[in-house]
């Protein structure tokens, strides 16, 4: 018998913030987004539980930012509420 697990990567969730940011790579102003990565472990294909989470503050045009905490992050999504 054989048992086939492992981890991958879900697919971000893309939220667009309502903060305006001049991005100092492209040299745009425009609302800029948060993102959220996790990799889940998995067994036979099927995705289980999650393991990691990363969560980003990016530019939406170049996709230059900054990683952020968990807490940061969910202080951004409340306030667009």
Known sequence: MFVIFGFDEAKPEIVVSNQKKFCERCFNTNYWV???????????FIPLFPVKSKYYFLCPICNNGEEITADTYNRMINKQK
Request: no cysteine.
């Open 34 to 44: 948060l993102t959220k990565h996790q990799s889940r472990f998995s067994v036979f």
